[in-house]
């Protein structure tokens, strides 16, 4: 069965340091892949997405994200973290032929001035 | 585009009451899923449609639980009676599927409160 794993469920960086947010998934073939950032009281809106191509894919914010086959990992970073990227982030699997996504349970982002 | 509506944001109601949950996708988008948050459980997908047809409800909890979409522009997800333990925000989320993968938009849920 298709799973998220997020092992971080609270991380507390400095304002300018880098910041990387772990992902694991399980799934039996390629899988498509994504990144979703929720602030306080809103809903949900994606960062990033891996299909297929180059494992290294960019996005919104100035966020990126690389995928590792052999690790079965999608990270999240960023090279300088800004206040305003408080928030909530959620990493996600989905298969190409279902039309769902299965979430991992998020991992929770402060900064510090 | 004004993006996935719902309605209500919030809902405050009494054990045993019935509670009405709306969505209206993006214009266009063939699929529809409805979604619940709790801090327990995080994310859990109750239900999809394709082309306004129910595919997997696997994830309803129970009979208590109910969703319709009567068409493409309009969904309801239906609890009754509600118990406290349905306190949860409720997502909508529309897509357009063709042969690749989904991406999800997301409204900005209805937090709903039963007490």
């Known amino acids: 069965a298709q799973s998220v794993t997020q092992p971080d469920i609270h991380i507390t960086v400095s304002e300018g340091a880098s910041l990387e947010l772990r992902c694991n998934y399980s799934y039996g073939a390629t899988p498509y892949l994504f990144w979703y950032v929720q602030s306080p009281g809103q809903g949900l809106q994606l960062l990033l997405k891996y299909f297929s191509g180059d494992t290294l894919v960019q996005g919104i914010k100035g966020f990126e994200a690389e995928f590792k086959r052999s690790q079965s990992s999608f990270n999240l970073r960023k090279p300088s973290v800004h206040w305003s990227d408080a928030a909530e982030y959620f990493c996600a699997v989905g298969a190409g032929s279902q039309g769902n996504l299965i979430f991992g349970k998020g991992t929770k982002l402060s900064v510090k001035p | 585009d004004a993006g996935v509506i719902q309605s209500p944001r919030h809902e405050v109601t009494e054990m045993g009451q019935e509670v009405t949950l709306r969505c209206k996708p993006i214009?266009?988008?063939?699929?529809l899923f409805w979604y619940r948050q709790t801090m327990m459980r995080g994310l859990e997908l109750l239900i999809y449609f394709n082309n306004n047809v129910p595919i997997d409800d696997s994830g309803m909890p129970e009979d208590r639980f109910s969703a319709k979409m009567p068409n493409a522009s309009f969904s309801t997800l239906k609890i009754q009676p509600s118990e406290p333990r349905d306190s949860a925000v409720y997502f909508c989320?529309?897509?357009?599927?063709?042969?690749?993968?989904?991406?999800?938009?997301f409204g900005a849920g209805s937090r709903l409160t039963v007490l």
């Open positions: 214009s266009g988008h063939n699929s």
């Open positions: 989320a529309s897509s357009l599927r063709g042969s690749g993968a989904n991406v999800l938009t």
